[in-house]
Structure formats: C-alpha cells, structure tokens
C-alpha cells in the first residue's frame, strides 16, 4: 500500500540528475525539474495544457487576496477550491473526469456552486443558519446588500474586510457542516 503510494505521489514526476556544481544545480533545467516537482499534486497531474496553465495561474500567479487566505484553513480550503473551480461539488469533479455525473447526489440537479450554497435542499436547516447571521450583520451595520454567490465566494468589495470576514466566518461555519 505504501508502496503504491509513493508510485502515485511520483508518478509524472522527474529524478533529478546527480549534480557536482552549484553553478550547474542553479542551471535552469535543474530548477525547472525542482519547480515542477514542488508542484501540488493536482496540478502536476493535469493533462490538458490550457487547464494546466489556467490552474497553475490561478494557484500559483494571481495576486494574493487577504480576505482568500482568511479563516480556519480546515473550511478555508474548501471554500477557495469552489471559487477556482476545482471542488469536491460533482460539477467540478465531473469537468476533470473524477466522477460519473455532474448532479449532486441529494437531488440529482447539476451540483454547480450556486445549488450548494443556495438550493439543495439537503443544506437548509445549515444554510439558513448561515443566511440568519450574514443578515444579522448586514442589519447591525445597516448594509441593504443581497447576498449573492458572488459575495459568498469572493466577498464584497462594497463592504470593509472585517465585515468581511464576518461573513466568511458564516460561510466556513456552511461548508464544516
Ligand atoms: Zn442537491
């Protein structure tokens, strides 16, 4: 089993050449094979070029947020991987090929984002604990803001980052459940 472990964890990844140098272990295929193989293993792993280049953009190239890197890591990650699109939701998993169909289980509707957070009625007694304390904090700063999908995945840039924050807080408190 462990065996089978590490053949995954290398699969597609490269031996790096015995080296005698520094000047040739800073030569530029080496620390290109050192970069592809520090790649996270979801990424390394993707075949399809473009979405290859999208992800390793969106993961490891676009401006690093605050507000994304908030909150308790456990319901943080999840959180981030439905806003890049690479979730455990099955519409996510059915676009890379990991499941069978792209409908959530409880209700058999396509389990894209918005279902999650706002239909699938498997959630309701969750999601509208997390609807009552986002509106609590829009009443108590007299915000006349609707939430949206939006504002649930990326935040509003109409609102301070603590209320932000706030509201994630609601958000992670969902998606643990
Ligand atoms: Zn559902």
């Known amino acids: 089993m462990q065996d089978q472990t590490n053949r995954a964890e290398?699969?597609?990844?490269?031996?790096?050449p015995i080296y005698h140098h520094t000047l040739y272990r800073d030569s530029l295929i080496l620390s290109s094979i050192s970069k592809w193989n520090n790649l996270q293993n979801h990424i390394r792993n993707?075949?399809?070029?473009?979405t290859f280049k999208y992800m390793l953009k969106r993961e490891y190239l676009e401006p690093q947020k605050p507000l994304y890197?908030?909150?308790n890591r456990l319901p943080q990650m999840p959180?981030?991987?439905?806003r890049l699109k690479f979730s455990n939701l099955n519409f996510h998993l059915f676009n890379y090929n990991l499941?069978?169909?792209p409908n959530c289980v409880h209700c058999t509707l396509p389990e894209?984002?918005?279902?999650?957070f706002f239909i699938c009625t498997h959630y309701t007694a969750e999601r509208n604990e997390m609807l009552q304390k986002i509106e609590r904090i829009f009443q108590a700063n007299r915000i006349t803001n609707k939430i949206t999908l939006e504002m649930i995945l990326h935040?509003?840039?109409k609102l301070s980052y603590i209320l932000n924050s706030q509201i994630f807080n609601a958000i992670h408190t969902f998606i643990r459940k």
């Open 99 to 101: 499941v069978t169909s």
């Open 112 to 116: 894209i984002p918005n279902h999650y």
């Open 155 to 157: 935040g509003s840039k």
């Open 46 to 50: 993707i075949s399809k070029i473009d």
């Open 79 to 82: 959180h981030t991987r439905i």
């Open 69 to 71: 890197h908030y909150g």
């Open 10 to 16: 290398r699969k597609y990844k490269f031996d790096t």
